[in-house]
């Protein structure tokens, strides 16, 4: 196990009812809020009217901006920059699931910056300051809600970054699993990838003697694999949707880091699946994972063998560990496909054409896979096995 500091500041308030905190929460932080969200949803939910109403009772000043759409665009966010600075707006609440709240980060990091925001995606610039920022979560699945990162796409190049740093984690994080109800299923589906992946990229690691978060990220897994399927047969279920919400929290708030380094090169060959095409993140995911896994799991059977007996409860065959490593990585296919998620990229309507530009722009400013690092043939090799 590794040497480590985990600090996750983020006040959760979960359960039923806990809409009505969205006042007085904020209320301790500032008096003038930027309300930023995505289209209506959230006002066919009731829980646009709800939130407004809060605020208004504590006292707190409303400037809205809405328009975010999946994987956030930097144009927004620029918008919601130049918003801030004129009305001395010193506060950020997000209402939605992880593009809103990654867009809400981006503006926080933006505002008191003289710089292009875009800088810090790029590792041109350094965050060393960031306005709060507070949470509604309304989509279980980016883990935004009390994680250290954001990720936005320019949509004028493409390209599709994230930006880590402990100042933008949210000062708090209000979640109702009510408010996942109203959920389309491939969405929900969408967002159960995320967080899976989320974890995949931290169960896979070179350093040894991390049994611990070992278990903590085989249960999260498997209680993702136990109820999705439950809410996508009883959408309205609680006990079931709280699972799901609070264990994409857990996925992705750095608990599950901790003594160990995560790979992380899935997510940056998804990101220019998306950043091209636009697919939800979580499909493509569901792509992409299982491409990963097929080409690099001989480097370390051990490992993907004990992935398919812990999770999927595949019988380990001692005299043939790459069979019962392929198994694993099958139940997981087999497991996407039953909650009507794409594995293919011929499943997303996507072709080769863009393979080798893809890998480009995946290798153009860090390395990519600590795992087992990839370059460009690599990244060109795994996109075929998705094709």
């Not at 740093?165 to 995320?194: H, K």
């Not at 809410?231 to 608990?255: C, F, K, Q, S």
């Not at 065959?317 to 069979?323: H, V």
């Amino acid at each position: 196990m590794e040497n480590f500091q985990f600090s996750m500041p983020t006040k959760i308030i979960f359960g039923k009812n806990t809409q009505k905190k969205i006042g007085p929460e904020t209320r301790k932080h500032t008096d003038k809020v930027l309300l930023h969200y995505g289209g209506g949803s959230i006002k066919k939910t009731g829980l646009y009217d709800e939130a407004v109403k809060s605020l208004k009772e504590h006292g707190i000043e409303i400037t809205e901006l809405s328009g975010v759409k999946p994987n956030p665009r930097l144009g927004l966010v620029k918008e919601g920059i130049e918003i801030c600075r004129e009305n001395g707006i010193d506060f950020i609440l997000g209402i939605g699931g992880g593009s809103v709240l990654d867009s809400a980060k981006a503006i926080a990091v933006g505002v008191p910056y003289q710089g292009d925001v875009w800088d810090f995606y790029t590792e041109k610039a350094v965050v060393k300051e960031a306005l709060p920022v507070g949470g509604v979560l309304t989509i279980p699945a980016a883990g935004s809600e009390a994680s250290d990162g954001s990720v936005i796409t320019n949509e004028q190049n493409n390209y599709k970054r994230a930006v880590v740093t402990g100042l933008i984690r949210p000062v708090f994080a209000i979640m109702n699993p009510e408010f996942t109800y109203s959920l389309p299923p491939y969405q929900t589906s969408c967002g159960a990838s995320d967080i899976i992946a989320h974890v995949i990229e931290r169960y896979f690691t070179r350093v040894k003697d991390v049994d611990l978060t070992d278990r903590l990220c085989e249960s999260v897994i498997k209680t993702m694999v136990k109820y999705v399927p439950v809410v996508l047969e009883e959408p309205e279920d609680y006990e079931a949707r709280a699972e799901i919400m609070w264990a994409g929290t857990v996925a992705h708030n750095g608990l599950l880091s901790t003594g160990r380094t995560g790979d992380w090169g899935s997510h940056m060959i998804e990101h220019e699946i998306s950043a091209i095409y636009d697919i939800a993140h979580g499909a493509g995911l569901s792509i992409v994972v299982p491409a990963w896994m097929k080409y690099v799991y001989r480097s370390d059977i051990e490992r993907f063998a004990q992935f398919a007996s812990r999770v999927w409860n595949a019988e380990t065959d001692f005299f043939n560990l790459e069979a019962t490593a392929l198994e694993g990585i099958e139940k997981l296919e087999q497991f996407y496909r039953r909650i009507n998620l794409p594995t293919r990229l011929s499943d997303a309507k996507i072709g080769d054409e863009d393979f080798e530009a893809m890998a480009e722009k995946c290798l153009e400013f860090k390395k990519v896979g600590e795992y087992l690092e990839l370059k460009k043939d690599d990244v060109i090799n795994i996109l075929n096995l998705a094709k």
